[in-house]
T-cell receptor, first 107, second 116 residues
Framework: AQRVTQPEKLLSVFKGAPVELKCNYS??????LFWYVQYSRQRLQLLLR?????SIKGFTADLNKGETSFHLKKPFAQEEDSAMYYC?????????WGAGTKLIIKP | NAGVMQNPRHLVRRRGQEARLRCSPM?????VYWYRQLPEEGLKFMVY????????ESGMPKERFSAEFPKEGPSILRIQQVVRGDSAAYFC??????????????FGPGTRLTVL
């Protein structure tokens, strides 16, 4: 079965430090991968998807098929980045979700 | 566009009662997805619906759970004879594309169900 693993439940870094949120997937085909974010008291929203190859709010994520990873990175964390981050992989029209990582940016 | 609407935001039920969760998709969206999130876990797919059709209900428990998306009105997720294990956050998402996986899913704020 397709799985998405986010090994860290909680990640705490200082403002200005680099951030890397890990995501690994298991899928034999060509997956489409997403990062969703949920800020405090807001609804879940799409942050970025690998096919668009965009940088959103300074975040990037590269699909590494050899390592089956899709880690989310930002070189300099900002306090407003504090949120829950979810990695997801598509399976037809279903999204398979990781358990999420809570990112806390310390001032 | 008000976005995906879900109501109620919080629902408390006693064991054995019925729970009805409503989801109004974004304007122009005809594809609805329901997810369940148990504490400390990620979202789990339950069901995918289009207007008047259930496309995939493979993630939904076979008993007590049902979903519909009528021609008029919101999508309804119905849980009969609730048990404590049904306590969770239930999220609805909607999209435009026929192939939902290539179209962004927009999420509602969720309904938090508590079963006493």
């Amino acid at each position: 079965a397709q799985r998405v693993t986010q090994p860290e439940k909680l990640l705490s870094v200082f403002k200005g430090a680099p951030v890397e949120l890990k995501c690994n997937y298991s899928y034999s085909g060509s997956p489409e991968l997403f990062w969703y974010v949920q800020y405090s008291r807001q609804r879940l929203q799409l942050l970025l998807r690998h096919i668009s190859r965009e940088s959103i709010k300074g975040f990037t994520a590269d699909l590494n098929k050899g390592e089956t990873s899709f880690h989310l990175k930002k070189p300099f964390a900002q306090e407003e980045d504090s949120a829950m981050y979810y990695c997801a992989s598509d399976s037809n029209y279903q999204l398979i979700w990781g358990a999420g990582t809570k990112l806390i940016i310390k001032p | 566009n008000a976005g995906v609407m879900q109501n109620p935001r919080h629902l408390v039920r006693r064991r054995g009662q019925e729970a009805r969760l409503r989801c109004s998709p974004m304007k122009g969206h005809s594809h609805v997805y329901w997810y369940r999130q148990l504490p400390e876990e990620g979202l789990k797919f339950m069901v995918y619906l289009q207007k008047e059709n259930i496309i995939d209900e493979s993630g939904m428990p076979k008993e007590r759970f049902s979903a519909e998306f009528p021609k008029e009105g919101p999508s309804i997720l119905r849980i009969q004879q609730v048990v404590r294990g049904d306590s969770a956050a239930y999220f609805c998402a909607s999209s435009t594309s026929k192939d939902g996986s290539n179209s962004e899913q927009f999420f509602g704020p969720g309904t938090r169900l508590t079963v006493l």
